[in-house]
């Protein structure tokens, strides 16, 4: 059971944080409220189908989410590495590097075709 | 507090105390390794390279790449053993990612001349700029301005080359993989590319993108039961290597038992799902007719390869000891899975849809012969992938030719009277169609009579499933002699059918796929012979 | 292709195999001087088949004379493999061609090889020589002269001769096969080529169709023939001729002799056209003639009776099998007769004969040793005789601008000399009149059948007995109809006698029907050459009635039927129309009933389940095929409703079938 704890007392946390935030941000943050802060995303995407283009979402935003993904997903691995950077050795070094190649073809691919241009 | 927490993380941590790189014999993993390179390099080219000659640089660039991997097969095949991994010394344990085995190597050879085939397909492109069969423009509607303006600006879809790569990576490293989590990786990574594919037809695109989406809705569903299995799987055994599960079986309280059925009947779950075994089949006849004829038959072909080899070594190394436990449950998939697939293609109208029920009925003779569980089903099933595979890539391809006004005439009603105006399209077709069929002289019939008879000599549950193939391929007979009928024996209908000429690429596709067929069926001993030899996994 | 071909080193041998086999072979051994080169005799045909498919138009001109040739060619190989297994003692004619390993799959290991011994050899003789005069009897055949005497070829005349070599080779592969695997390779073969023959002619819908339904009932046959593989190998581990017969012959359980006994027997139903799976070959007429006469008369349809002679351990070690042969034998020579007597279409009828008659071999095949010998003669007759009728039923049809109906002959005998003459030697042949070739054969069946004790030979030896009257009249009333009595022609009809290249096969096939049989018969050349196969006739066996009466009883009812069809058809005047007839002459005018019966069992259950089949139906491709078919198509329209379309609904079939089969696992343990 002990070894539970330290979950529970993360979890517990966790709830904290997220509850801060949004206390503070009440409390703190200004509210000065306008059409695009209204709409039900926030995102820029309009919850009624447009009258252009036939309801359909543009898919720019989404482009650029999963481009995030993509750098979220490196840096998930490039913090273990780091830290145990002294005892990974040479080896751990040349796979990182790979590996960070790999992730940089498929960004190179993505600023050639375009899908870090807005419109 | 915090004093108190940290010390009781630190022995969490069950990572060994010094790190061990891993162990990795890179002679045999040079086939999935060129494999994987020839996909970036396919990615960079369409980054790149100026669009006139892409087509032609991305062909000879996968083309290539898969020629060179499949060479390496020869010296991967002198290194055989477990690798990617290491030895756990202090428990005796052998924690390899990767087994290059025997079956593993046949499967990626099969894989390798499979793909290559269906790259040839896909390439056709009739004298146009792109690849015939796939819209420049895959996520626009048809007709939209979206799509005028990408025609206008000249759009390629020669992403559908590095694609079938990555999938075709995927596929080799999902029966060599040696792990559930490996596993569940080599599915997504075939999957995914296979999803897209199947929305980029340049005809009927709202049927494509609907089978596309049905794909990935589906297929995500059996990955959740793939993982759910995974995860009882490794609450039972405490480890998700497949040497371990294999031991965890005679090792582990009795009390746990309950966790390993549904865990292992859920990670085949999602291995049936791939290959549409019955009840799990019921996206291939729409994914089959919606996706791009030539990624059908790749599709058929080489996915349908990858996901038995999973199964093989699933049933054989990780879940041998439990065998007891869940190949009852395997008999009923396989009984449902030749019975459900040859009865319904009797009613199917549509070309592409009754290949597609005949997929699945094939799936269940593969799964006779898995259920064997001796050496002799091994290369038996091994054999059976790859006689049908080359079938079935020349069956699609043949599909894709037979056209009305353009686009691809897949009623058969349009396919009446095919043999009188091109003799020899519909003589390889119904040649093709004896194959599915199982007539003698032809690959089919070597490979049912491999797998029946593997499972007649297993016992008698085995007899029960190898006579109720022969019924259920009775029954299809059928279907395919309705089709040479068809073609043969019947009026023409009114407006024209033809068959238009394809390029070299194609050409070569078909004849090899058909070639191979007939050789199989009349001199198959030297591909027996090395199924056979082929047919030891390591542990 | 010489280094494909190695002669055997030693034939693979099971330890039993010369002790059990004793009676029935002679142990084979490897193949030397011409026999090695047996392999020829399937090589040449298909050479000519491939040449002529791939060839395409340019090989239009001389295919056909191809063809032919490469048949006569195959003939000659026969010709030599036998005149060099004459040279040889009795107990060494038996030799084995080692082709290449075929299947290797773990332990097991089958070669494709050749059987040669003096069953098969018998076998080539009759399908290379029969079939090479079909070949060049076609050549006349497939070409029309018009009014102004101009030559019309059929516009596809060299497909039919490309089949026809398919047939030939896949034929011959069926005799000469070392293993049932292989048999099976030839079964499909010649199913194949008899399935593209009789719907050679499809731009008729009643043609196809009956292409298909030949097509079901051979598939029902060819599903039994598999089961019996499967069971050989599951029983002996091997499906080659030396194992499972040898090993039949010694250690064998009789369940499962009889289990393969049973399904061997449905296969050969299936191919031979017995009873219950006989009806499709009246509609198999649907074909050229040719091929009525060298497929459906002579050959393939003998096919059955060649399994069951083969597999005569297996059969001895079945007593229950054995005894079902006998049974569909007698069944099948009287239904055969029935059908026989009400055709007024030529050609069903003398393929209502042909069911008849084949009737008769499988019952002398089923009666054991006594029988095996004469089963084979008389196959060997009736290939002559049967295949000569066709011929000259294939002439008369050319000469009365393909009128089948045979209230529309009579009166032929005038116009067409060489036709009626020949196919009167065949008449008196198939009526067992002495001393053409039936009568050697036929009357040995009868006397065989009438052997044995209890209740067996009086049935069966009646049945025979009395079948030999029917065929009398039938085949009298067809002979009289046709070329006797008054000219009932229709209006734009002109007889014409054929030409050469048609007459003069029908005459070298009359002279084998007029002689072959006194030469082989009363010598007891033929059944001495079988032995070392078919296994020695029994001592001291003999008929519950004694000989010379069976004899001149047999005579006497072959004359009244006879004499019975001149009354009526020769002597009197035949309707144009037939007349309504009574119950049993209706009956036998629809096949007794048997499409009806297959209907109401197979057919009408699955038909209301099938309406929504409609594109099969318009295209007229399943519509009547056969009423499994339907079944299945009924019960395939019902299960693809689940394929709805929704990704929901799919995914809940998912969930519900692991949730189905995990919940009947629990069940169960």
Known sequence: ?119 | MTAAVLPALSNLSTLPAAFQASEVNYVAVMPLFIVFVTALIGVLVEAFMPRERRHRVQVSVAVGGLLAAAVSIFWASSNLGLTMGLSDGSTNRSLFALAIDGPALFLQGAILLMGILGVLTMAERFGGVGPDAFTPSGASTPGSPVETAATRAGALTSEVFPLTVFAIFGMMLFPTTNDLIGMFVALEVLSLPLYILTGLARRRRLLSQEASLKYFLLGAFSSAFFLFGTALLYGYAGSVYFGDLSSAISTAPLAMNGLLLPGAFLVFVGLLFKVGAVPFHAWTPDVYQGAPTPVTGFMAACTKAAAFGAILRLAYVGLDTARWEWSNALVIVALLTMVVGSVLSVTQTDMKRLLAYSSIAHAGFILVGVLAFDRTGVGAVLFYIVAYGFSTIAAFAIVSLVRQNGAEATHLSQWAGLGKAHPVAASAFAFLMLAFAGIPLTSGFVSKFAVFSAAVGSGATGTVLAVVGVLCSAITVFVYARVIVLMFFSEAPAEKVEVVTPSAMTTFSIAIGTLTTLALGVVPASLLDLADRASQFVR | ?669
């Open chain 1, 1 to 119: 059971m002990n070894s539970y704890v330290p979950i529970l007392f993360m979890l517990g946390l966790g709830f904290a944080f997220a509850a801060l935030s949004v206390f503070t941000s009440l409390v703190v943050g200004p509210k000065r409220y306008n059409r695009a802060k209204l709409e039900a995303y926030e995102c820029g995407i309009q919850p009624t189908p447009q009258a252009a283009g036939g309801g359909r979402v543009p898919i720019k935003y989404y482009l650029t989410a999963m481009l995030f993904i993509i750098f979220d997903i490196e840096s998930v691995f490039l913090y273990p590495f780091a830290v145990a950077f002294n005892k990974l050795g040479l080896f751990a070094l040349v796979e990182m590097v790979l590996f960070i190649l790999t992730v940089f073809i498929a960004y190179a691919y993505v600023w050639r075709r375009g899908g870090l241009e807005w419109d």
């Open chain 3, 1 to 669: 292709m010489g280094t494909l071909v190695h002669t055997l080193a030693s034939v693979p041998s099971v330890g039993t195999y010369a002790a059990g086999l004793a009676t029935h072979e002679g142990e084979a051994h490897a193949a030397t001087g011409i026999t090695a080169y047996a392999w020829l005799l399937i090589a040449l045909p298909l050479l000519g088949a491939a040449v002529l498919l791939l060839g395409g138009r340019r090989t239009n001109k001389f295919g056909p004379l191809l063809a032919t040739l490469l048949s006569w060619g195959a003939f000659v190989v026969g010709l030599l493999v036998f005149i060099a297994m004459l040279g040889r003692g009795a107990e060494d004619r038996a030799q084995e061609v080692n082709l290449f390993d075929w299947i290797t799959a773990g332990s097991f290991k089958l070669s494709a090889g050749l059987l040669v011994d003096q069953l098969s050899v018998t076998f080539v003789l009759l399908i290379t020589f029969v079939g090479s005069l079909i070949h060049v009897y076609s050549l006349g055949y497939m070409d029309h002269k018009d009014e102004n005497g101009h030559v019309h070829s059929d516009p596809d005349k060299r497909r039919f001769f490309a089949y026809l070599n398919l047939f030939v080779a896949a034929m011959l592969l069926l005799v000469l096969a070392n293993s049932y695997l292989l048999l099976y390779v030839g079964w499909e073969g010649v199913g194949l080529a008899s399935y593209l023959l009789i719907g050679f002619w499809n731009w008729n819908p009643a043609y196809a169709t009956a292409a298909n339904k030949a097509f079901v009932a051979n598939r029902v046959g060819d599903f039994g023939l598999s089961i019996a593989i499967i069971i050989m190998f599951f029983h002996f581990g091997a499906v080659d001729f030396t194992t499972v017969l040898g090993e039949a012959g010694s250690n064998a359980n009789e369940g499962f002799m009889t289990a393969i006994g049973l399904m061997l027997l449905l296969g050969a139903c299936g191919k031979s056209a017995q009873f219950p799976l006989q009806s499709w070959l009246g509609d198999a007429m649907a074909g050229p003639t040719p091929v009525s006469a060298l497929i459906h008369a002579a050959t393939m349809v003998t096919a059955g009776v060649y399994l069951v002679v083969r597999s005569a351990p297996i059969f001895e070690a079945a007593p229950t099998a054995q005894l079902v042969v006998v049974i569909v034998g007698a069944i099948t020579l009287l239904f055969g007769a029935v059908v026989g007597c009400a055709k007024d279409d030529i050609k069903k009828a003398l393929a209502a004969s042909t069911m008849s008659q084949i009737g008769y071999m499988m019952l002398a095949a089923g009666l054991g040793p006594v029988g095996y010998a004469f089963a084979i003669f008389h196959l060997l007759m009736h290939g002559f005789f049967k295949a000569g009728m066709f011929l000259g039923a294939g002439s008369v049809m050319h000469g009365m601008n393909d009128q089948v109906d045979m209230r529309r002959f009579g009166g032929l005998s005038g116009a067409m000399k060489i036709t009626w003459a020949t196919f009167a030697i065949g008449w008196l042949a198939i009526l067992g009149v002495p001393p053409f070739s039936g009568f050697w054969s036929k009357d040995k069946i009868i006397e065989a059948a009438f052997i044995g004790e209890g209740w067996r030979p009086w049935v069966f030896g009646g049945a025979a007995l009395i079948g030999a009257g029917i065929t009398a009249f039938y085949m009298s009333r067809l002979f009289f109809m046709t070329f006797q009595g008054k000219k009932r022609w229709t209006d734009d009809v002109h007889p014409h006698e054929s030409g050469k290249l048609m007459t003069v096969p029908m005459i070298i096939l009359a002279i084998g029907s007029a002689f072959l049989g006194l030469i082989l018969g009363p010598t007891g050349w033929f059944t001495t050459w079988l032995e070392p196969v078919t296994g020695a006739e029994p001592e001291g066996a003999h008929p519950v009635i004694p000989v010379p009466v069976l004899l001149v009883l047999t005579l006497l009812l072959v004359a009244g039927g006879a004499a019975l069809a001149w009354m009526r058809y020769w002597r009197d005047d035949v309707p144009v129309t037939a007349p309504a007839g009574n119950l049993m002459t209706q009956a036998a005018r629809r096949d007794l009933y048997q499409d009806q019966v297959n209907e109401a069992l197979l057919m009408r259950p699955g038909i209301h389940l099938t309406r929504s089949l409609v594109f099969a139906d318009s295209k007229g491709v399943d519509g009547a095929a056969g009423g499994l078919a339907a079944l299945v198509g009924g019960a395939s329209s019902r299960l693809r409703k689940l394929q709805n379309g929704f990704a929901r609904s799919y995914a809940l079939t998912m969930l519900a079938g692991v949730v189905a089969i995990l919940g009947a696992l629990w069940v169960m343990s």
